[in-house]
């Protein structure tokens, strides 16, 4: 399996995942070696991370799962933890886990003694394809996603597909929709592949995610440009996750749920604004919601989630900025959106 290596980054798979690990520790004069993990990766896929590192750790650092552990009070306690156990400088933190896990530990790392080495093994489909790839590190900041955090890359990312096989199916095709966002935003024929075949964990698909986010992030490491087209679904999928975080009485949705739902709302607004056909929209309506069943959203929630779009991270100077589709595989920035459409699309979503 070949790896992706360019002048930032680096991401290695199974076999040479491996390899390129213990190499790269033996290469190292590390004083320290700590492992990040939450519960379910400490239970599950810790045992095939010590198969696979042919050297010592000095000590695993256990945080809670999920979304609403992704903030600075979880950093706080590991900065706490990485002290005590005498971490400095010189020492490395391999994240090993899920986007949480891998954007967190990725932040903790960046300014622990003002920046050690980090390496991310990610376990789930959608940190393969997406979180543990580009140097985003962050937290949320309550329920707003990912609102503080830093650029910076990891010294590699390990992707092993073997550790999928401790996930629910759920988490599975959560990660999926990221990957059929790569189709939509720059390759028509990988969108067609993907609906097609249905829901992949292979790693030819994961390789193929993989290469398109890198060639993005490496012409534009710092989003002033074209790496935007990543956040397509994410402006308004991004307020609905965040609503759903914070609401008492609604299920939290996972990430690839509710991008899913943002995808087909911001292709609505290109239908509508971008030249985006009616025959296209229909057909990612269509594909999504084969794949990720309607969610029940009322006015008053919508209102709310409209609320959410100021804090979203691609606005400037008090613009909402979208992220839209001339057509599948062609995506355009920068897009601003009269109020009135976003009602339009919500509108479109909830039609049978």
Excluded at 188 to 215: F, P
Aim: aromatic share 8%; charged share 25%.
């Amino acid at each position: 399996m070949q790896s992706v290596i360019t002048t930032s980054h680096e991401v290695h798979f199974d076999a040479v995942a491996k390899e390129a690990l213990n190499q790269s520790i033996k290469a190292n004069t590390y004083s320290k070696i700590f492992v990040l993990v939450d519960q379910n990766t400490n239970t599950y896929c810790l045992p095939l991370f010590h198969k696979m590192f042919d050297g010592e750790v000095d000590a695993i650092i256990t945080i809670a799962p999920g979304e609403p552990n992704k903030h600075i009070e979880t950093c706080l306690k590991v900065w706490e933890s990485l002290s005590d156990l005498g971490g400095d400088r010189k020492s490395l933190l391999i994240n090993l886990g899920g986007g949480v896990v891998t954007d967190l530990g990725g932040f903790v790392a960046c300014t622990f003694k003002r920046g050690i080495d980090f390496i991310n093994i990610p376990t789930t489909l959608l940190a393969m394809v997406d979180a543990s790839v580009g140097g985003k590190n962050g937290v949320d900041l309550g329920p707003l996603k990912n609102q503080i955090g830093v650029i910076r890359q990891p010294k590699m990312v390990l992707v092993l597909p073997s550790f999928l096989k401790t996930l629910p199916e759920r988490e599975i095709i959560s990660g999926f929709a990221e990957m059929l966002k790569h189709g939509l935003i720059v390759d028509r024929e990988y969108w067609n592949t993907l609906r097609s075949n249905g829901v992949s964990k292979d790693v030819q698909s994961i390789l193929k995610s993989v290469n398109i986010k890198s060639d993005i992030i490496t012409e534009d490491p710092r989003e002033n440009g074209v790496r935007k087209k990543l956040n397509f679904g994410h402006t308004l999928g991004h307020a609905v996750e965040s609503f759903f975080l914070e609401s008492n009485n609604r299920d939290t949705l996972l990430h690839g749920e509710a991008i899913a739902i943002g995808m087909i709302l911001e292709a609505y607004l290109a239908h509508k604004l971008t030249g985006l056909s009616k025959l296209d929209l229909d057909e990612i309506k269509e594909t999504f919601l084969r794949f990720y069943p309607k969610v029940d959203i009322s006015t008053k929630e919508i209102s709310k989630i409209k609320s959410l779009l100021i804090h979203d991270k691609k606005n400037s100077h008090g613009n909402i900025n979208f992220v839209l589709l001339n057509e599948i595989g062609d995506a355009v920035v920068d897009i601003k959106v009269p109020d009135e459409l976003i009602d339009e699309a919500f509108t479109y979503y909830k039609l049978p």
